[in-house]
């Protein structure tokens, strides 16, 4: 993902709406990409991936999109509850190396 | 999913001590660990690649004189902080590769976070 800037973007949801999460990322080598959710104090928590080979894939209310073509990847995440509120950083992997988006923050209101 | 541990979740130590931080996977072998930095509300950066058996391999700027790292077994890497300054005091996190073969192919090749050190140096 690209890491520019020091200020988190934020999306505001209401409890039960649909979110969806963007991210751009730059390496056009890049074949593996994950989203993860990062809680205040915590450590990133693996949310869902997806390979070059695929354009969507989904897991249990949550859904990843890939269109390699304008190198962007967004993640849905269906009826959002109060308890998806945090930070979510994608991720690129040409390799073996992660490098990390920026991040977005999300918070969910009831 | 896979678990990795870290020890201890928070230090705050006097300036000019070391400081080790453990990270371990605890329900899976890695053979390659990583040790990243976060700052207040910014992303992850990346600091070392840490290989079992062999040397890590350090981000452009990170000093490895500084940030010891040791993947002494599949299960462990350590980080120690030398002679820390107050400048070092960040979120210390560590990820462990879970790589796994099928019918000699790549099935799983994700990488899974500890829960993260706070480092304080005063």
């Known amino acids: 993902g690209e890491s520019v800037g020091l200020h988190l973007p934020t999306l505001s949801v209401q409890e039960g709406d649909n979110s969806i999460i963007n991210c751009a990322y730059s390496n056009s080598a890049s074949d593996y990409f994950i989203w993860y959710k990062q809680e205040s104090g915590k450590g990133p928590q693996f949310i869902i991936d997806?390979?070059?080979?695929?354009d969507k894939r989904q897991g249990q209310r949550v859904t990843v999109l890939l269109n390699k073509t304008v190198k962007h990847l967004s993640l849905q995440i269906a009826a959002t509850q109060p308890g998806d509120s945090a930070v979510y950083f994608c991720a690129d992997s040409a390799g073996v190396a992660l490098n990390f988006g920026k991040g977005t923050s999300l918070l969910v209101t009831p | 999913g896979a678990v990795v541990s870290q020890h201890p979740s928070w230090v705050i130590c006097k300036s000019g001590t070391s400081v080790k931080i453990e990270c371990r996977s605890l329900?899976?072998?890695?053979?390659?660990m990583f040790w990243y930095r976060q700052f207040p509300k910014q992303s992850l950066m990346l600091m070392a690649t840490?290989?079992?058996?062999?040397?890590?391999?350090?981000e452009q700027g990170v000093e490895k004189d500084k940030f010891l790292i040791n993947h002494a077994s599949l299960t462990l890497s350590t980080l120690t902080v030398t002679s820390a300054h107050p400048e070092d005091s960040s979120f210390y996190i560590c990820?462990?590769?879970?790589?796994?073969?099928?019918?000699?192919?790549?099935?799983?090749?994700?990488?899974?976070f500890g829960p993260g050190t706070r480092l304080t140096v005063l």
């Open positions: 329900d899976f072998q890695a053979t390659t």
């Open positions: 840490s290989n079992e058996g062999s040397k890590a391999t350090y």
């Open positions: 990820s462990a590769r879970d790589q796994r073969l099928a019918g000699g192919m790549i099935s799983t090749d994700t990488q899974y």
């Open positions: 997806i390979r070059s080979n695929m």
